[in-house]
């Protein structure tokens, strides 16, 4: 199918699916309850999306935020009420039906959130091609939209350019494991049902990265649908646009904390547990940010670290025999490449087998926050418990 048969069919689908009452994608978990008080009830019903909603709990008043695919205005409406009356919501959808329903209801909303005139401005447009002026976003969100996109790359270039230097994207959409094939690619149903766009994580995050993005890390993840042995999981991704690192600093040395053994940043620097790491001021910018933070100590002269410091951390693999179970990892950032205490090296959205022991390790506190977990197995397994090493160390 062309971009532009894509395009029409997807449309048509939730044009439809806003009068039918039709649930799309996969369910998400907004507090109704609350949502109630200020946006209406014809809105609430026709709610899609795999997150909830996507990157709002970081909103500050008189922000300026860009909802992508805002379908009838729920997550704008939102943002409105976070932003308050000083701040700006830009809802950006091609489908008619869905605006006209959104642009009807903005001033009911605000009305209900006490605004003397909506923040909310709806507009027509396509991801790929936004009419967003440059520069002037904080944060740009998205619910379930962008796997729908024909071309992601050109979308991720967007939100790049209408996003303001030290501004932040908050994401939720559907990847894969693997390439969909094209017998999926090409069914025009599935593309309406977040399937056929859908990308592996390597390669949304890929996207992600080389549109400019740093820091990018997953917020949550959540399993959907398993499709010919094909494992379609929800993600929710956090990443920034840094702007110029400031000119005088005082960190020139980062040392890692842990509790990995090894990583590798966004720009290609490797950082070792405990060992300082002479780092430039562009670097020293990305580590400050909330997604490297923790990981790392900064200082202006080299802090080695060692297990007898409290600031050093490790997630050791129990002293056992392993089971497999069908479990596969796939480590979405904000690190480029990681490695854990038993020899394991993830890369970035590469599902990586992993048995018993890696899984306790990889739910432990420090490393969850980092890592998708699906489970291949199609029947429940009885696999024995096996040694990888004379030692009983791990695979």
């Known amino acids: 199918m062309s971009t532009e048969e ?3 069919n997807v449309s048509e689908r939730y044009a439809k699916a806003a009068t039918s009452g039709e649930q799309m994608c996969c369910p998400s978990n907004y507090d109704f309850n609350k949502l109630r008080s200020f946006i209406p009830e014809a809105v609430l ?3 899609y999306g795999c997150g909830t909603p996507a990157g709002l709990d970081t909103v500050k008043p008189g922000e300026t935020v860009l909802d992508i695919g805002s379908g009838g205005g729920i997550d704008c409406f939102e943002a409105s009420r976070l932003v308050g009356d000083s701040g700006q919501v830009i809802g950006l959808d091609m489908t008619d039906t869905m605006l006209e329903i959104a642009r009807h209801y903005a001033p009911i909303v605000a009305k209900n959130l006490g605004y003397v005139s909506s923040n909310v401005e709806f507009r027509k447009g396509t991801a790929d091609a936004m009419p967003v002026e440059t520069n002037t976003i904080d944060l740009v969100i998205s619910n379930c939209v962008i796997n729908l996109a024909p071309d992601k790359a050109k979308v991720f270039r967007e939100m790049f350019r209408v996003m303001q230097p030290g501004g932040r994207f908050t994401i939720s959409d559907i990847v894969t494991d693997q390439l969909v094939p094209q017998y999926l690619v090409h069914d025009a149903e599935k593309w309406g049902d977040c399937l056929s766009g859908a ?20 917020v949550k993840s959540s399993s959907w649908k398993v499709i010919d042995g094909i494992h379609f999981f929800s ?17 020139r040395f980062a ?23 002479p780092i430039d001021a562009r670097t020293a910018h990305l580590l ?32 056992t025999p392993c089971v497999w179970k069908g479990h596969f990892a796939m480590l979405a950032g904000p690190f480029s490449e990681l490695a854990d205490d038993d020899h394991h090296i993830f890369r970035t959205g ?9 899984v306790r390790v990889l739910k432990a506190s420090g490393y969850a926050p980092h890592f998708a977990i699906i489970n291949r197995a199609g029947n429940t397994v009885h696999a024995s418990a096996v040694s990888c090493s004379p030692t009983g160390g791990c695979c």
Not at 200 to 215: C, H, M, N, P, Q
Not at 235 to 251: D, E, F, H
Not at 350 to 358: D, H
Request: charged letters at 20%.
């Open 6 to 8: 894509i395009t029409k």
């Open 45 to 47: 019903n026709i709610s």
């Open 199 to 218: 990308l592996t994580l390597t390669d949304y995050l890929s996207g992600i990265r080389e549109a400019g993005f740093v820091g990018v890390h997953l």
């Open 235 to 251: 993600v929710t991704l956090t990443g920034y646009k840094l702007g110029v690192a400031p000119l005088t600093t005082s960190v």
């Open 255 to 277: 040392t890692l904390r842990g509790p990995f053994s090894r990583v590798a940043d966004e720009y290609g620097t490797v950082y070792r547990r405990g060992i300082p790491e």
């Open 288 to 319: 400050n940010q909330p997604s490297l933070a923790n990981s790392f100590v900064l200082s202006a002269e080299p802090v080695g670290l060692d297990r007898n410091d409290s600031r050093w951390s490790a997630v050791l693999p129990e002293e």
């Open 350 to 358: 590469e599902p990586l087998e992993i048995c018993s022991k890696t």
